[in-house]
Structure formats: structure tokens, C-alpha cells
């Protein structure tokens, strides 16, 4: 088991699947909301907009920072999880570009929860982890497919994750999505093989 699952995790006992509907509900709905509010969106509008009582989601959750926190574990895991499925079926410029979008979505939702997640994450190799994996996860879209990469060779997954970050900082600066996606195109034309 990863850092990212963390340490709650480990000791949780599997759910009956309309629990586990209802968690999964909650931690999409979580990370929407707090994309959009920030982190101090309510608990209580999190749990009406995800259609379950407040109740469910304290028992889930007991506090906002443990809330923030499996959010953030999630959304980690999703990106992760998504680039073996992307680079099994879109082209390879598509699959990088489609991740790079849900990157900047990821980043939306991360800034959302910053100052809640300062107090949840305070471990530095946990971060470093979580970045080595999102780099993995690059490195598999680059590298994809016997001969289809479409990824020049001199592209490294860290610099381009370092980039992705850049790209998000600037475009939620300007609270432009549209800028964000505009300059993942920039970014893809320096990546890929002319």
C-alpha cells in the first residue's frame, strides 16, 4: 500500500456496495465543490449536493480535514489510474492531452483545498511520492504503445509535469480554464515529434 492510500486506509473494513456508492458520490462531489468554493465550502452543502445526509457523511468522514484529505487521495489515484486506460484507447496525442486536461481539473480541485490540505499533508516525502507518481503516469502516455509514442525522446515526464503545474498556477491565477487548455497546446507542440 502507497502513501497516497495513507494511513486510515490500511485500517478500513471494505464497504457494502450502496456505501461505497454513496462514498464515491461524495468525494467527486467534494472535489467539485471545492474546486469551485475553496476549502471553505460547507459540509453540509457537500453532503445535500451529493444527495446524502450529513450524517453519512460525518460517519465517513468525521472532520473536513479527513474529508479534504481522501479527496485529495482519490483524485490523485484517478489521474493515476486514467493514463494506462487513456493510452490503451486514444491516439497518443489525445491520451496526453486528455490527461493533461483532468491534470488541470486535479490542480482546480488541489487549489480549492490548499490551505486544508497545508494541515492534512504536512509530510514532504508524501508529496514527493505523489509527484513521482503523477510522473509516472506521464512517462507511461509518452512512452505508450510499441512505436506509437509520439513523444520526441528528449521529453522528460518530470519537466513536463513541473510545465502542467506552471500552466495551472498561471491559468487559476487569471481564473481562465480556457487560457489552461490554450497553453496545453503550446506545451503539447514542444512535446511531440514534428
Known amino acids: 500500500m502507497t502513501g497516497i492510500e495513507g494511513n486510515a486506509a490500511r485500517h478500513r473494513r471494505p464497504l457494502r456496495a450502496d456505501a461505497q456508492r454513496n462514498e464515491d458520490r461524495l468525494l467527486e462531489t467534494a472535489a467539485a465543490v471545492f474546486a469551485r468554493e475553496g476549502s471553505g465550502a460547507s459540509v453540509k452543502d457537500i453532503a445535500r449536493e451529493a444527495g ?19 479527496v485529495y487521495r482519490q483524485e490523485v489515484r484517478r489521474l493515476c489510474e486514467a493514463a494506462p486506460h ?11 492531452r486528455t490527461w493533461m486536461e483532468r491534470f488541470i481539473d486535479f490542480m482546480a480541485a488541489k487549489s480549492g ?26 512517462d507511461h502516455l509518452l512512452s505508450s504503445g510499441e512505436g506509437r509514442s509520439a513523444a520526441r525522446p528528449e521529453v522528460d515526464a518530470q519537466d513536463v509535469l513541473m510545465a502542467l503545474g506552471g500552466i495551472s ?12 487548455t490554450r497553453l496545453i ?3 503539447l ?3 511531440v515529434r514534428s
Open 52 to 70: 446524502v445526509g450529513v450524517g453519512t457523511l460525518y460517519r465517513r468522514f468525521p472532520s473536513k480535514e479527513l474529508l479534504v484529505e481522501a
Open 86 to 96: 487513456l493510452a490503451a484507447t486514444l491516439p497518443p496525442v489525445d491520451a496526453l
Open 113 to 138: 483545498m490548499a490551505d486544508a490540505l497545508r494541515v492534512v499533508l504536512t509530510d514532504d516525502s508524501e508529496r514527493l511520492q505523489t509527484r513521482t507518481l503523477l510522473a509516472e503516469a506521464i
Open 169 to 180: 498556477l498561471m491559468a487559476a491565477g487569471e481564473d481562465q480554464r480556457d487560457l489552461a
Open 185 to 187: 497546446d503550446l506545451l
Open 189 to 191: 507542440r514542444g512535446i
